[in-house]
């Protein structure tokens, strides 16, 4: 595998975004991974690694950045009300999708710059607070985005302007949306409304809820994690960019 760290300019500063891609054949397919909230670690770069080996230009931007260089955090962020945890909400609380969506633009620039990455259709995908971002990035850049995964997504349907349901009927590309049985940050009657309303909007794709499992299922370091439900959110979302993007 060849990675890299590269800092990608946006209109607000250098975005920290960490590449990885085989090391044979290519040019591959881009794929945007988007991270959780507690924010970049080794765990999401090793995800990366795992994704990418099967085919993809992967790349893992730090959508902190706009906050400093030290929008990194320790394990104990994971702890609510450490120290850790309350350096990290101090920047989760400011996050709207906006300014992620310029991101998104930024990263589609970049890689239309590259040699090593296929032309044209882009994969994106995001876990927990950026489960929104992925499904606004399919609205708003619709006739890249072919393929956009939201997994165990926050707040999908609110009163916000930004709620993430106004966003379904806009995307071009195949939505997969993955919910977890227990959460508290996207409840069942949550979940249900959403899906109603995936399917009124018309929407390519499918909601999928993962029984007997709690938020962050998918993260190996994680107590919640499952891994029958971790190895089945990999096969959907790899079957999800074989299907669009090859």
């Given at each position: 595998m060849i990675e890299e760290t590269v800092d990608i300019a946006t209109a607000d500063g250098a975005m920290e975004t960490f590449v990885c891609r085989p090391e044979r054949g290519g040019p591959y397919p881009p794929v945007f991974f988007l991270m959780d909230a507690p924010g970049i670690r080794e765990e999401l770069r090793d995800m990366t690694r795992r994704l990418a080996s099967v085919g993809y230009c992967v790349l893992l931007p730090n959508l902190y950045y706009r906050f400093g260089r030290d929008t990194v955090y320790g394990p104990e962020v994971l702890e609510h009300g450490s120290a850790e945890h309350r350096?990290?909400?101090?920047?989760r609380t400011r996050?709207?999708?906006?300014?992620?969506?310029?991101?998104v633009a930024a990263l589609l620039r970049f890689v239309d710059q590259r040699a090593d990455v296929k032309r044209g259709l882009v994969g994106c995908h995001g876990y927990c607070m950026s489960?929104?971002?992925?499904?606004?990035a399919a609205?708003?850049?619709?006739?890249?985005?072919?393929?956009?995964?939201?997994?165990?997504?926050?707040?999908?349907v609110s009163d916000a302007a930004e709620s993430p349901h106004l966003t379904l009927g806009k995307?071009?590309?195949?939505?997969?949306?993955?919910?977890?049985?227990?959460?508290?940050?996207?409840?069942?009657?949550?979940?249900?409304?959403?899906?109603?309303?995936?399917?009124?909007?018309?929407?390519?794709?499918?909601?999928?809820?993962?029984?007997?499992?709690h938020h962050g299922f998918a993260f190996p370091q994680r107590r919640v994690y499952d891994k029958p439900s971790a190895e089945r959110h990999w096969e959907r979302l790899i079957a999800l960019y074989r299907r669009r993007l090859g």
């Open positions: 350096r990290m909400r101090a920047v996050m709207t999708i906006p300014p992620v969506m310029e991101d489960g929104p971002y992925a499904l606004a609205a708003r850049h619709r006739d890249r985005i072919a393929a956009a995964a939201s997994f165990y997504g926050t707040w999908l995307a071009k590309g195949e939505l997969y949306i993955a919910c977890a049985e227990h959460d508290d940050l996207a409840p069942l009657p949550m979940v249900e409304e959403l899906r109603r309303l995936f399917q009124q909007a018309g929407a390519s794709g499918e909601l999928e809820i993962y029984l007997g499992v």
